[in-house]
């Protein structure tokens, strides 16, 4: 007998793909920020050879289709290195890259964004290129980044529908197998995109809370 | 570990063949989307506040949900409301309606960075509505917004990858069957990836050029 109705379990499910799906988008962002930063950073001390590397990098993921990266990630990587990787880490490997490949070019035009003139200014204080980094070039180029930044993040976020493709049992996976069980497309994928919508909303709010704080030194407060 | 191209080349015509129909499908979903995205840019900049407001949901819906999403949503949806599509045709009108929102955003921009002055002094020698749209604010808004509209194109050629989930042999699509026949993943998948980027890089380097082009006297 086929059980096509709606049951309570199934709202466990959805909470659960939800969970998933952020818990990757959580993991991912954190990663791929971290190596996006590494790779301006290596552009910012001109370090030879690596710096365009990072770039090409960078280029070539941005230009590709994320379907594609997870497919070479997932399929081709095991049988190049003769190992094996769960779709998990297939989704984990891929997603952080992509979003490094974004966060990089973002962070490059935020630091060439702080104008040349502080950067002299602060050499000729003696200040060293990390403390000009640290004390000058980042707490600018971070206000700038924010925006680009959040629509990165909200983008991001409906990646990772993606990975349902290789197996991970995410929001859009969870939609498949409720899809496939009631066959009442309309009301499920209504839902579905409902709480991506949410989870979006969310993230856009909480950068656009952020940037006015990190903003907040700029604005008139009166006398 | 090895890396060997040779034993694809005989598998060069299924791929030549996927991206026939992932170039038919974007050039289709461009037409598309712009004509969707010129309407909608129109709704949003109209006086009336109900367009602006049907518009301004519109974009936001499809911006802020996932493309997959949409996409099974036309997919298993329609044939449930009686509208049987080929999978090409879904994913064409799904390419659309997401292009169809990236699209009115860039287009918007372009009618926003119009002169008010223009449009008074149009509005002024008694050209009517459709005149003013047709001669005055199309001209000058999709000549301004054609490198950002390049860059749309380039999101919407990526995102058609995603049509291989319907069922639809794109390049993509036609990828996996190589892949699946060849037992080279990696090669293909490679192989894939390049290919994509050099096309992209391609579409936006003519967006560019045409830019220039048409927006050399503004310089």
């Known amino acids: ?223 | 570990m090895q890396f060997d191209l040779t034993s694809l080349v005989p598998y060069f015509g299924d791929l030549a063949a996927g991206a026939r129909l992932t170039a038919l499908a974007c050039a289709l979903a461009l037409a598309g989307s712009l004509v969707l995205g010129v309407l909608v840019a129109l709704m949003r900049t109209a006086a009336s506040p109900l367009a602006r407001r049907a518009a301004g949901v519109y974009v936001d819906v499809f911006r802020n949900v996932p493309f997959i999403v949409q996409l099974f949503f036309l997919f298993y949806g329609l044939p449930e409301v009686g509208i049987e599509l080929s999978a090409f045709a879904t994913g064409v009108l799904a390419l659309s309606l997401a292009g169809g929102a990236f699209t009115s955003d860039t287009i918007r921009a372009g009618i926003l960075a119009i002169e008010p002055g223009v449009l008074e002094a149009a509005q002024v020698s008694g050209l009517s509505r459709f005149a003013l749209y047709r001669r005055i604010v199309l001209p000058i808004a999709l000549r301004s917004a054609v490198r950002p509209l390049g860059s749309v194109f380039v999101n919407l050629i990526l995102t058609s990858s995603i049509l291989s989930a319907i069922t639809l042999n794109e390049l993509t699509g036609s990828a996996k069957i190589v892949a699946a026949d060849t037992f080279q993943p990696f090669e293909v998948y490679a192989l894939l990836l390049l290919l994509y980027a050099v096309l992209t890089w391609l579409v936006s380097l003519s967006a560019g050029a045409l830019h220039r082009r048409l927006n050399r006297e503004q310089i």
């Open chain 1, 1 to 223: 007998m086929r059980y096509a109705d709606f049951t309570a379990h199934d709202l466990l499910l959805l909470l659960q793909g939800l969970g998933v799906s952020l818990a990757l988008f959580a993991a991912t962002t954190a990663i791929g920020l971290a190596i996006g930063l590494v790779w301006a950073a290596l552009r910012y001390y001109r370090v030879p050879l690596l710096a365009a590397l990072a770039a090409l990098l960078a280029e070539l993921l941005k230009n590709s289709p994320v379907l594609v990266q997870l497919f070479l990630v997932f399929f081709g990587l095991p049988v190049l290195l003769e190992t094996d990787l769960t779709p998990v880490q297939a989704a984990l490997i891929t997603l952080s890259g992509n979003t490094a490949a974004f966060v990089y070019v973002i962070a490059v035009s935020a630091i060439e964004a702080v104008g040349r003139d502080q950067l002299e200014t602060a050499r000729v204080f003696g200040l060293s290129r990390w403390q000009t980094l640290r004390r000058i070039v980042a707490p600018q180029a971070a206000a700038f980044a924010l925006g680009p930044l959040a629509g990165l993040l909200v983008n991001q976020l409906q990646v990772t529908s993606l990975i349902s493709v290789i197996g991970v049992v995410d929001l859009t996976k969870v939609g498949a197998i409720l899809n496939l069980r009631t066959l009442k497309p309309f009301i499920v994928w209504t839902v579905i995109g409902l709480l991506y919508y949410l989870a979006a909303r969310l993230i856009a709010g909480a950068c656009a809370r952020l940037e006015t704080r990190l903003r907040a030194h700029r604005e008139w407060k009166g006398l």
